[in-house]
């Protein structure tokens, strides 16, 4: 069972290395789905923030930004090991979903 804001390796091979990383945005009431919802963190080298649409996100050492308006579904069965829970950064991540969403 995934957390919502756990963070996972990217299972996809094609992007790995400008998109390290997934996070789950889904929340833990649809986890009977067979997919989750997830958004990218975009290497620091290969993006231009765009300020609260894309919020830094630490994992490790690595400087990684939040890149929502590439929102994806990923099988839940390829999401196993989470590297981090991105709760801490729940405020942040949540005013990025809104912006994308209503522009406001």
């Known amino acids: 069972m995934t957390r919502q ?3 996972f390796a990217n299972p996809s091979r094609a992007g790995k ?3 390290p990383f997934i996070v789950t945005i889904q929340s833990g009431i649809w986890d009977q789905i067979a997919t989750r919802i997830c958004v990218p963190l975009i290497d620091e ?3 231009r923030p765009q300020g609260r649409l894309n ?3 630490i994992i490790g050492r690595r400087l990684l930004y ?3 308006l590439e929102v994806l579904t990923v099988p839940a069965r390829l999401l196993r090991n989470p590297v981090a829970n991105l709760e801490e950064y ?3 991540i949540v005013s990025a979903l ?3 969403i209503t522009g406001i």
Do not use: V, W
Request: glycine fraction near 0%; charge should be neutral; hydrophobic fraction near 40%.
């Open 5 to 7: 804001f756990d963070a």
């Open 55 to 57: 919020p830094r996100i």
């Open 45 to 47: 080298r290969f993006i």
């Open 90 to 92: 729940r405020y942040q």
């Open 17 to 19: 290395e400008e998109r």
């Open 98 to 100: 809104d912006l994308m």
């Open 66 to 68: 939040f890149h929502p």
